[in-house]
């Protein structure tokens, strides 16, 4: 059973920094895809970054220059470094994985930025 669990959101500062965690389990390794979204409340869920298997990395245009998507050397834990953070950074945090055409998230982990 694939499982992917994120941590390391919490309250911070506009111009604070945080990075996230999120550990797959049950996929096989390396994965080949691995995506951070967001949600803010009353707003769509919004692909934030996206880390490919071999090591390519994209972001979205509101984060560029911001955040860094990585993972570690055996590959079950990617990381977002989230630096300069600003309140509209607000949001619930989701990790995601597409295996086979089905997606898996993550629990969500909570960012407030306050200003």
């Known amino acids: 059973q694939i499982q992917l669990v994120e941590s390391g959101g919490g309250l911070v500062q506009a111009g604070g920094s945080l990075r996230l965690s999120c550990r797959a389990s049950?996929?096989?390794?390396?994965?080949?895809?691995m995506n951070w979204y967001r949600q803010a409340p009353g707003k769509e869920r919004d692909l934030v970054a996206t880390l490919t298997i071999d090591g390519s990395s994209n972001y979205a245009d509101s984060v560029k220059g911001r955040f860094t998507i990585s993972r570690n050397k055996i590959r079950d834990t990617t990381y977002l470094q989230m630096n300069s953070l600003k309140p509209e950074d607000t949001a619930v945090y989701y990790c995601?994985?597409?295996?086979?055409?089905?997606?898996?998230w993550g629990q969500g982990t909570q960012v407030t930025v306050s200003s």
């Open positions: 049950g996929i096989r390794l390396p994965i080949a895809v």
């Open positions: 995601n994985v597409r295996v086979r055409s089905v997606d898996y």
